[in-house]
């Protein structure tokens, strides 16, 4: 069964920094191409950043650019999301999704095939 599962949420100061992973397991991990994507309430899901099956492309939103930064470690079937300086507008739940499209360069969600089930991520003080 294909698997992503999302770990590293929680709440953060503005300013603050967390780092999400997405564990993947039941298929081909460098078959696919990964994004993280997030949901605000009230507000449509989003791509922050996407990266290509090869792992050496990848795509940022424009809000979260220098930010944050997108990174995977194929040996554990593992991406990460590492995020700097946080803000307030930053708080959503943050998912993992895996697309076999080969389209990561538009980083959308319906694009995507497999999703986590999402961590949520608050920042506040």
């Known amino acids: 069964e294909m698997q992503l599962v999302e770990s590293g949420g929680g709440l953060v100061q503005p300013g603050g920094s967390l780092r999400l992973s997405c564990a993947a397991s039941?298929?081909?991990?460098?078959?696919?191409?990964i994004g993280w994507f997030r949901q605000a309430p009230g507000k449509e899901r989003e791509g922050v950043s996407c990266l290509s099956r090869s792992r050496r492309s990848t795509q940022y939103a424009n809000s979260v650019k220098d930010r944050f930064t997108i990174s995977s470690d194929n040996a554990k079937n593992t991406v990460y999301l590492q995020m700097n300086g946080l803000k307030p507008e930053d708080t959503a739940v943050y998912y993992c999704?895996?697309?076999?499209?080969?389209?990561?360069?538009?980083?959308?969600?319906?694009?995507?095939?497999?999703w986590g089930k999402g961590t949520l991520v608050t920042v506040s003080s």
């Open positions: 039941g298929f081909t991990f460098d078959a696919y191409d």
């Open positions: 999704a895996a697309s076999a499209s080969g389209r990561w360069w538009s980083c959308r969600p319906g694009d995507m095939d497999y």
